[in-house]
């Protein structure tokens, strides 16, 4: 299958404009230097998070991969997270290839849903939709934050969008967990670990997910995510 | 009996028995059911952050005094206050016979429940590095050579099983009363030991993040290992007996 083929392929099934090829994976490099969300996210946790943990799960996941079923050196990562959420034999740990892969995922997600000078309020296509689902931008705010604060131990929140239902939802999700595997395409993701926020907030997650929403996410990524999930085959993004 | 008078005079006369109850004087089962009524909680049902047993710098250079504050005052206690809070709800709700409402709060009550009752036992089995040595005769390590020849071995299962958790999780060394023997256990979160698997806690360790972050940053294994030197013996050896 030519390159070409394998992304566009990837971006229609999955709707998301962060593409992974199959394994070996590569560590992606954070989309800014490590002190550009400072205050907000130090230099230190950025370090730690992107080649410490993130780092971690992307060599595990290629030494699971590696010795694994020939089948999973040919899946993108999110075709690895669905095979094994549906049930499907790959030969290896599946738990640990699921969470590891995962982690992967979601990871370079999260890098991208923030940006230096990010925050405030979404614009253009996403922020109509987000007005008809939701009411409102605060309402949005209301129900990611409650995700965000709500769950309990380790996990994520996310915007995503449901294809079944076409409309945008709010989801959490626990450990490595990833709404692909509930069939809700994601726009943004937010990392509730306390490792994404010890260092600069200790146990207060609610500083880091008010400091998250106002001075980080990055509306303009989850806007292409959404027409890359809205778009048909040709590529034409449908009227919703 | 006005609440006030409860607080005042009768808990804190509670406490200090419970300290004597709890004793090697009285016979196991006796002392186990005082020990029961005069449990953390007292009477109306309120939890309360329990002091810990040495100062936050005690634990040094294993676990840094930093870390001992946050987690006491922070983590220990918002457990404790929103655990309260559920079970003000509970009561709200059995007083109505709302069922429903009785089911819905479980999560919280497990949670936050859990995460009281886990700190509690973690702050004693913690102690000064040095200060407590691992027995060298007596049930405590008859119990572990039994099941895994040696204490090393056990601390070696026990660390992997540890640093193994993904995610939110605490490492329990546990006595099996059906069995007789002792086992080593992970719990996800904040799920109590003897609730959810019926083996009694004897040692645990906390390796939720916020257990090491700042210490030890994602380095969990290097924690794990340091941790072993300030774990008191002595107390959970007591905790083995009392429950045989």
Redesign the interface.
Known sequence: MNPHRLIVSAVVATGSSVVTYAAPFELPSLPYGYDALEPFIGKTTLLTHHLKHHAKYVATANTLIESGSALLKNLSQEQIMTAVSSGVELHTENVGLFNNVAQSWNHNFYWHSMKPGGGGKPRGLLADKIEKDFGSYDKLMGEIEKAAMTTFGSGWAWLGFDKKSQKLVVTKTTGAGNPLTDGITPMLTIDVWEHAYYLDYQERRQNYVNAFFAELVNWDFAESNFIAATANDTGETEEL | MTTAATKSIIAPALRAASVHVRSSVLPASISKSCAAHLSSVPPGGKATLPDLPYDYAALSPVISAETME?HHT??HN?YVTNLNIALEKLDSAVSAGDVSSIIGLQ?ALK?NGGGHLNHALFWENLCAKGSVAFPTSGPLKDCIAARFGDVDNMKKEMSALCVGV????WGWLGYDAKTGRIEIRTC???DPLEATTGLVPLLGIDV???AY??DY???RPNYVNAIWDVINWTKVEERLVAAK
């Open positions: 946050l922070k983590h918002a999560g949670f993904q995610g939110s999780g996800p979160n904040q939720w993040e916020h972050y700042v940053r994602n380095v």
